[in-house]
């Protein structure tokens, strides 16, 4: 269990300026999640919103080979002590910040509540605080997952029109609404043909939801699969960034635009370490007590 001088340690940190977290997840891999993060992180980079990009798949992390980025050092080097945040971050398109995590570390896979927190508390030191730090978590309901979704203020979970990214997208909320207490997420649509595709896909998930659970789901955007998308994944680069007139490069600018002016989600109050204090919370509500 936390004891008093971590508590005191939370108090003691000076009050930023409110800074929105997001966590950006899905039911299975290979539905674009981290895609979707990157180009949402690049775009409101273009709308000079200070945007810090953390890479929490932290056993299977690939932000960086995503964006061409060849980092020297990653998370796993700050949980081991032999380097401090600061050290890892790399500059990104639109100015973005990244933090890169570990790829291939089994050690990784679903770290402990006191290492998530040593992340974030490693967050809350660093000068220049982000307006969004934006998280891309792994795929799945792995409790580390739970933790980082529960704890931020939005939680945007990205779906495409296949019966198992729609059955584990309906599993992934069931389980955060009913054991985590989460009742509220953002939809991105993702390979659609178009925005109908889209739209259609999001009022199949939310029939579902409707009938059986008691959340609210919004729609917030639609990425169609173009062949500018895949270029850019080829070139490891951000299509956002150079190609930003294609129709998916549109689609993320949407998105950006209305996550930037969404005021539901807690916007105007919590900082990096409000963020701390909702991750502890979240796992002693989960297990009783800090392991």
């Not at 990425?223 to 490069?249: C, F, M, T």
Request: charged content about 20%; glycine content about 6%; proline content about 3%.
């Amino acid at each position: 269990m936390a004891n008093a001088s971590q508590s005191v340690g939370l108090r003691k940190v000076i009050n930023r300026s409110p800074v929105k977290v997001i966590a950006v997840t899905s039911g299975k891999g290979g539905v674009g999640k981290t895609n979707v993060a990157a180009n949402i992180a690049v775009s409101l980079g273009a709308l000079d919103t200070n945007v810090m990009l953390l890479d929490a798949d932290l056993g299977l992390a690939n932000v960086d080979v995503l964006l061409g980025l060849q980092p020297r050092f990653n998370l796993s080097h700050v949980l081991s002590g032999e380097v401090d945040l600061e050290s890892t971050i790399l500059r990104g398109p639109k100015n973005i910040r990244i933090v890169p995590a570990s790829s291939g570390n089994k050690s990784l896979i679903d770290v402990p509540v006191v290492s998530q927190a040593a992340i974030i508390q490693a967050f809350a030191n660093i000068a220049d605080q982000p307006d969004v730090l934006l998280i891309d978590t792994a795929a799945g309901i792995s409790e580390s997952v739970a933790r980082f979704v529960s704890a931020a203020q939005q939680a945007i979970i990205v779906v495409c029109d296949e019966p198992a990214s729609i059955t584990d997208a309906y599993a992934l909320i069931k389980v955060f609404s009913r054991d985590y207490g989460i009742d509220r997420f953002e939809i991105v649509t993702n390979q659609t043909c178009d925005d109908w595709q889209g739209r259609m896909l999001f009022r199949k998930l939310r029939k579902v939801t409707d009938q059986f659970l008691d959340v609210v789901l919004r729609h917030i955007g639609n990425v169609p699969h173009d062949s500018w998308l895949r270029k850019a994944v080829q070139e490891q680069r951000s299509v956002v960034d150079i190609y930003p007139n294609s129709s998916s490069g549109k689609a993320f600018q949407k998105i950006a635009r209305a996550i930037q002016t969404d005021r539901s989600s807690g916007t105007t109050s919590g900082n990096i370490q409000f963020f701390l204090e909702r991750l502890l919370y979240a796992d002693t509500m989960q297990v009783g007590e800090l392991t």
